[in-house]
């Protein structure tokens, strides 16, 4: 059963968290999964990752930006994405093309069809079926991701934690919009609440939805 199920958020909502928790449920279910995320999922694309997400690229212009996201998905969907899809196994990604349109496009305020293009170009036809968007407040989901950069011992992926909050507004107003627009690929879900209550949550919906299709 191919299915391609993406997770999307503002920083610290708890995509992450939620995307493997979820793939526990599925393997209980009988459905295991392919877990994988952007940027990174691959050795190329976890090179460009340490670029993109490494504070002291602060100059980084927002063109440069765009185009290594676009470089970093392609190699990502060449590699492991749509093989996997065409094995007819469940891959669940955090963040895809949505992310460039909210963080790139509402973010940066970029060009919206040069973003379309350079989405098309580097994920060719793959689309989400699903898309779990775990929507909560800004301060609520920057607090939460400052809280793990200071508590993790690796990199300090910190570049966009650093942006103003005004940034991250226009991109979960990005995701908002994007969900409206879509209603029967995005599952919206309160972030707000507890890790326990956000599962229970998206487990629900994506299951009911798998059983559907």
Known sequence: MSTFITFEGIEG???TTQMKLLSRHLAEKGF??????????CPISLKIRDILLDAANSRMVPLAELLLYAAARAQHVAEVIK????AGKIVLCDRFTDATVAYQGYGRQLDQSLIGELNRLAAGNVRPGLT???DCEVETGLKRANDRIEASTGAR???FE??????HRRVREGYLRLAAAEPDRFIVIDGDRSVGEVEES???????RLDKG
């Open 83 to 86: 093989p996997a899809l065409d």
């Open 132 to 134: 779990v968007l775990i």
């Open 32 to 41: 295991p999964a392919v877990m994988t995320r952007e940027p990174g999922g």
């Open 13 to 15: 909502c708890g995509k």
């Open 157 to 159: 992926e910190e570049r």
């Open 202 to 208: 998206i487990s629900a919906a994506v299951l009911a």
């Open 162 to 167: 650093l942006e103003s909050v005004q940034f």
